[in-house]
């Protein structure tokens, strides 16, 4: 997206003008609105707190403390969140060539990069590893004989698959992994094959509720470290993934419960700690964010129906993916002077698709004085979304990402 500017509304202060009079970190939600209130983009649009990003990863960070803290870029990947990760210290987990190009504009050393996704083309692998990207993770074995030709001498984990235990609200499912057995293969060949072999990695499924989740995980990474020890291929890095979910409308551990789970179940399985890796990507946006849109129309089916619909200017194509399902339920509030009686909603998003349709199971109540033209906030809001948002699906562009800091707008790529 580098090169578009997004728009802000006519007659908006200069940034100098604005003086931040809000807490730095505490009044995330108060400090987006002040932005969105003074600024007045153009709906839908997403604004991330930068200060509240860089908050949530140094909280992470000493929860996990002696962890390698790496950030799934697919959450956020917004310029202005990685160039703060950098400088906040952050390792990063990237996805393709793309993301590790943007990783390194923000400043981002490429020893600090890890390539995660285990679906890769050699053309993929060619251009991470002549950008200096020296960690992979593999779960077959014809991308480990790309590896071991494309990339000599990287270190290599292999993804185990996560079967057992409790499901998250948005599971990656049987898609990535291979199991313990072939895990050991491919360590082993690895080893062979002049790569080298640092260890285990797996995802318990992102907005996974369950601190104990990873037990199951842990307790199969330590068999294959034994495994391949035994082969006289010794491991020495244990990568637990992300997952570490939100309360939104519901509730969530905290970030210390799930460091102290996640720790207990190392200790509990491998005889000598590993060098530990955590992954999170929700965890350290999602709360930094707040996308604002403005309702298109509401109406009923018929005059008895006790629910009506609200069409938003934002939805499942234009930011709000990880509605598929109604997994992920947004606190939806709507702004400004609104009556205090309010009413059940099916909300839908402003595409012709059958499938635009946001929340009709999960209970949702807004003001019955709620109008075409008003507005309403969609908080906790700052990961999957814009980076999910199409290109122009139904001639929708992209959800806007403003970022601030400080109170002030610092980018707007
Ligand atoms: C998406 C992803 C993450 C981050 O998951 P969250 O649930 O956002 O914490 C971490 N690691 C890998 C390999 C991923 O694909």
């Not at 290109?391 to 990402?401: C, D, K, Q, S």
Request: charged share 20%; glycine share 8%; net charge negative.
């Amino acid at each position: 997206m580098s090169g578009l500017t997004w728009p802000l509304a006519d007659g908006r202060p200069e940034p100098s003008t604005i003086t931040p009079t809000l807490d730095r970190v505490n009044d995330t939600v108060a400090r987006l609105r002040h932005f969105l209130d003074t600024y007045r983009p153009p709906t839908p649009c997403l604004v991330v707190d930068v200060d509240t990003v860089v908050d949530r990863y140094t909280r992470l960070a000493s929860a996990f403390a002696g962890y390698r803290v790496q950030y799934a870029v697919k959450a956020n990947p917004h310029p202005a969140v990685l160039r703060a990760l950098t400088a906040a210290g952050a390792a990063f987990d990237v996805a393709s060539p793309g993301e590790i190009d943007l990783c390194l504009a923000a400043g981002a050393a490429p020893t600090s990069l890890s390539y995660g996704n285990t679906i890769k083309k050699p053309t993929d692998i060619a251009r991470a590893f002549a950008a200096g990207v020296r960690e992979y993770t593999v779960d077959a074995r014809s991308d480990l004989d790309n590896l071991a030709r494309l990339a000599p001498g990287a270190e290599v984990s292999v993804r185990l698959l996560v079967e057992d235990g409790p499901d998250s609200v948005t599971p990656f499912g049987h898609k990535f992994g291979c199991c313990a057995e072939d895990a050991v293969r491919l360590l082993v060949l690895a080893s062979e094959r002049g790569l080298d072999p640092v260890g285990v990695s797996f995802h318990v499924g992102s907005q996974q509720l369950d601190p104990e989740a990873w037990d199951v995980a842990v307790a199969e990474a330590a068999k294959v470290f034994t495994a391949t020890a035994e082969r006289g291929v010794p491991l020495r890095r244990l990568n637990v993934g992300g997952g570490f979910g939100l309360p939104y409308t519901g509730a969530a551990p905290s970030t210390e419960t799930y460091a102290e789970a996640v720790t207990a179940a190392v200790r509990a399985h491998f005889p000598t700690v590993p060098e530990l890796v955590c992954e999170p990507g929700r965890a350290v946006v999602a709360e930094a964010g707040l996308i604002r849109s403005e309702v298109v129309v509401v109406s009923r089916k018929r005059p008895t129906d006790p629910h009506r619909w609200v069409f938003l200017d934002v939805g499942r194509y234009n930011g709000l993916a990880e509605t598929e399902n109604e997994a992920i339920a947004y606190r939806i509030e709507a702004v400004g002077d609104q009556s205090s009686e309010d009413g059940p909603v099916i909300i839908a998003g402003p595409t012709c698709d059958g499938d635009d349709v946001l929340y009709q199971r999960t209970p949702y109540r807004l003001p019955l004085s709620l109008r075409a033209g008003d507005v309403v906030d969609l908080l906790d809001a700052g990961a999957y979304t814009a980076s999910y948002s199409s290109v122009a699906f139904n001639g929708i562009e992209p959800l806007r990402t403003y970022c601030i800091s400080e109170g002030r707008l610092i980018s707007a790529e």
